[in-house]
């Protein structure tokens, strides 16, 4: 199941953030974080939809905010496969598990940033933004 | 005696089971007995399932309210991000709303708050807080804290770490040493978030043993709790008659570098118990105590062999270069497998001083000794 939420009007200046997330809380933590004139969020809730949202939508976003551990396919196995595409995206990793082998092995894939929940709002917002900048 | 009136509908079949030879009678007993269990246990799954459906539906309408009032009069306040969380008045009114007079519903609320710290922190966390005290959920708590079930009180430790709320010492330090093990183990995760002076105080009061996978946990709570006061590990060392709490303070000593700690870990090699000894010499091992040395070389063939090991492990550990010579004996002569191979891994260690003897021993070992030595001079294998 997709949600997609869309908010504000200009599209086409709007990022688009894929979120990855089994949590049912998270999404509306980060839809009510990033504000809706700027971001459009698409999230879907295990790795198997984002693979499916990436292919339909040939890999078309700004950036992706991703957890580890999610059922069918968790977070690595979507970090390798979107760095392996001709044009990565870049990608931030929010998860429960901070123990130094998942950071290692999560910026040994291609991470461009890691976040350990919980979250503070202020500090996902600037990464997110500094990643968007950077990558325009 | 007892004149009991049956119904007449009955009549017939109190004279069959009258008129049956006692074989048949205590088979249909048996049935009866069988039969009335099998009816009640399905009366009890049906009535379950009805409550819990029952409850699915009202949390179903009630979880996206809360969800909502969450997120509108807390995440989206707009002196959340700006404005210290006790300083920001929240909009209790609106919680009103929910039928917060039921102890299920009040259960929901506390139950979201809590999932939704455990997504952000910050402001927000400490508004989520603000409301969850000023909701006065926290009474519900206490009072499952003074419950008789251990569940209810597991609950009720959980919700406190979750909210970081203060608890008196004497509520909780009874429990660290609860002969239920669940209860334990929330006991001590608690104690040592919410305990601000002496989070380690359970240490002194600890009869029961720690068993491994409370240890795994105990370090785990300890090295992710923020603000810790983290003591010198050498007190239990030296005067816990608790075992596994020795052998537990050891790994904490090792786990935050404790160099102050060494005395009293030296001090345990005269311990009788020789798991403990072991557990100081790999302690010492890891702590990379080059004085120790000389004395775990002294005490080496008086030792079993578990400390054996532990003592060539922790002469690679510390790798001083200084008893290679020690190292290539045992490697050599010594009739024990473990043994050659900790000697062998350590002369390894050694390589920056060891490299002539490593290459001496690889062209005239015995063909299973330069097995050993290539599987330790593989980097790929730890172990």
Same mark, same amino acid.
């Given at each position: 199941?997709?949600?997609?939420?869309?908010?504000?009007?200009?599209?086409?200046?709007?990022?688009?953030?894929?979120?990855?997330?089994?949590?049912?809380?998270?999404?509306?933590?980060?839809?009510?974080?990033?504000?809706?004139?700027?971001?459009?969020?698409?999230?879907?809730? /295990? !790795?198997? +939809?984002?693979?499916? $949202?990436?292919? @339909?939508?040939?890999?078309?976003?700004?950036? %992706? #905010?991703?957890?580890?551990?999610?059922?069918?396919? /968790? !977070?690595? +196995?979507?970090?390798? $496969?979107?760095? @392996?595409?001709?044009?990565?995206?870049?990608? %931030? #990793?929010?998860?429960?598990?901070?123990?130094?082998?998942?950071?290692? +092995?999560?910026?040994?894939?291609?991470?461009?940033?890691?976040?350990?929940?919980?979250? %503070?709002?202020?500090?996902?917002?600037?990464?997110?933004?500094?990643?968007?900048?950077?990558?325009? | 005696?007892?004149?009991?009136?049956?119904?007449?509908?009955?009549?017939?079949?109190?004279?069959?089971?009258?008129?049956?030879?006692?074989?048949?009678?205590?088979?249909?007993?048996?049935?009866?007995?069988?039969?009335?269990?099998?009816?009640?246990?399905?009366?009890?799954?049906?009535?379950?399932?009805?409550?819990?459906?029952?409850?699915?539906?009202?949390?179903?309408?009630?979880?996206?309210?809360?969800?909502?009032?969450?997120?509108?009069?807390?995440?989206?306040?707009?002196?959340?991000?700006?404005?210290?969380?006790?300083?920001?008045?929240?909009?209790?009114?609106?919680?009103?709303?929910?039928?917060?007079?039921?102890?299920?519903?009040?259960?929901?609320?506390?139950?979201?708050?809590?999932?939704?710290?455990?997504?952000?922190?910050?402001?927000?966390?400490?508004?989520?807080?603000?409301?969850?005290?000023?909701?006065?959920?926290?009474?519900?708590?206490?009072?499952?804290?003074?419950?008789?079930?251990?569940?209810?009180?597991?609950?009720?430790?959980?919700?406190?770490?979750?909210?970081?709320?203060?608890?008196?010492?004497?509520?909780?330090?009874?429990?660290?040493?609860?002969?239920?093990?669940?209860?334990?183990?929330?006991?001590?995760?608690?104690?040592?978030?919410?305990?601000?002076?002496?989070?380690?105080?359970?240490?002194?009061?600890?009869?029961?043993?720690?068993?491994?996978?409370?240890?795994?946990?105990?370090?785990?709570?300890?090295?992710?709790?923020?603000?810790?006061?983290?003591?010198?590990?050498?007190?239990?060392?030296?005067?816990?008659?608790?075992?596994?709490?020795?052998?537990?303070?050891?790994?904490?000593?090792?786990?935050?570098?404790?160099?102050?700690?060494?005395?009293?870990?030296?001090?345990?090699?005269?311990?009788?118990?020789?798991?403990?000894?072991?557990?100081?010499?790999?302690?010492?091992?890891?702590?990379?105590?080059?004085?120790?040395?000389?004395?775990?070389?002294?005490?080496?063939?008086?030792?079993?062999?578990?400390?054996?090991?532990?003592?060539?492990?922790?002469?690679?550990?510390?790798?001083?270069?200084?008893?290679?010579?020690?190292?290539?004996?045992?490697?050599?002569?010594?009739?024990?497998?473990?043994?050659?191979?900790?000697?062998?891994?350590?002369?390894?260690?050694?390589?920056?001083?060891?490299?002539?003897?490593?290459?001496?021993?690889?062209?005239?070992?015995?063909?299973?000794?330069?097995?050993?030595?290539?599987?330790?001079?593989?980097?790929?294998?730890?172990?």
């Amino acid at each position: 199941m997709f949600i997609h939420i869309v908010y504000g009007t200009n599209a086409a200046t709007m990022s688009k953030i894929l979120l990855v997330e089994d949590d049912e809380i998270m999404p509306k933590i980060v839809a009510r974080i990033l504000p809706s004139s700027e971001y459009e969020l698409d999230h879907v809730s /295990n !790795g198997k +939809e984002a693979f499916e $949202k990436l292919e @339909s939508t040939q890999y078309g976003y700004d950036l %992706i #905010i991703t957890d580890i551990m999610m059922p069918y396919a /968790n !977070g690595f +196995e979507i970090l390798s $496969k979107v760095k @392996s595409q001709p044009r990565p995206i870049p990608v %931030i #990793i929010v998860s429960n598990a901070g123990n130094e082998d998942m950071v290692m +092995e999560g910026f040994k894939l291609g991470a461009d940033d890691f976040l350990k929940k919980p979250i %503070i709002p202020a500090e996902l917002m600037i990464r997110v933004k500094r990643l968007l900048m950077k990558n325009k | 005696m007892f004149d009991i009136q049956l119904p007449a509908f009955l009549e017939p079949f109190i004279n069959i089971f009258r008129s049956a030879p006692l074989v048949i009678q205590l088979a249909m007993i048996f049935i009866v007995v069988a039969a009335g269990g099998t009816l009640l246990a399905y009366f009890s799954i049906l009535r379950n399932r009805y409550r819990g459906n029952r409850r699915d539906k009202r949390l179903a309408k009630l979880l996206p309210k809360i969800d909502n009032l969450i997120i509108d009069e807390v995440l989206t306040h707009p002196e959340a991000d700006t404005v210290p969380a006790d300083q920001v008045v929240l909009n209790l009114d609106a919680f009103q709303e929910l039928p917060l007079d039921k102890k299920w519903a009040r259960a929901a609320l506390t139950e979201r708050i809590i999932h939704f710290r455990r997504n952000v922190r910050g402001n927000m966390g400490l508004l989520l807080r603000s409301l969850y005290m000023q909701l006065e959920l926290d009474k519900d708590a206490m009072k499952k804290m003074k419950a008789g079930h251990w569940e209810k009180k597991v609950q009720a430790l959980i919700e406190f770490t979750s909210m970081d709320m203060s608890v008196a010492d004497v509520t909780i330090l009874p429990l660290t040493n609860s002969r239920n093990r669940e209860l334990r183990a929330a006991a001590r995760h608690a104690y040592i978030k919410l305990s601000k002076n002496e989070p380690f105080k359970f240490f002194d009061v600890v009869t029961e043993p720690l068993l491994m996978w409370d240890q795994v946990e105990l370090l785990r709570i300890i090295s992710t709790t923020e603000d810790i006061a983290i003591p010198n590990f050498a007190r239990w060392v030296t005067y816990s008659s608790n075992k596994s709490v020795v052998s537990f303070c050891l790994k904490l000593i090792v786990h935050y570098n404790q160099l102050p700690a060494v005395p009293a870990v030296i001090k345990l090699l005269d311990t009788k118990d020789h798991y403990l000894r072991a557990d100081a010499i790999n302690c010492l091992g890891k702590l990379r105590v080059p004085d120790v040395e000389d004395k775990l070389v002294s005490i080496y063939s008086t030792q079993p062999l578990h400390c054996q090991i532990e003592i060539l492990k922790a002469l690679g550990r510390i790798s001083s270069g200084r008893h290679i010579e020690f190292l290539k004996l045992e490697f050599l002569h010594s009739t024990d497998f473990d043994l050659r191979k900790s000697a062998a891994k350590s002369l390894v260690r050694n390589d920056w001083i060891a490299k002539q003897v490593i290459e001496e021993l690889m062209a005239t070992a015995t063909p299973e000794n330069l097995r050993i030595l290539k599987h330790c001079m593989n980097p790929l294998i730890k172990y």
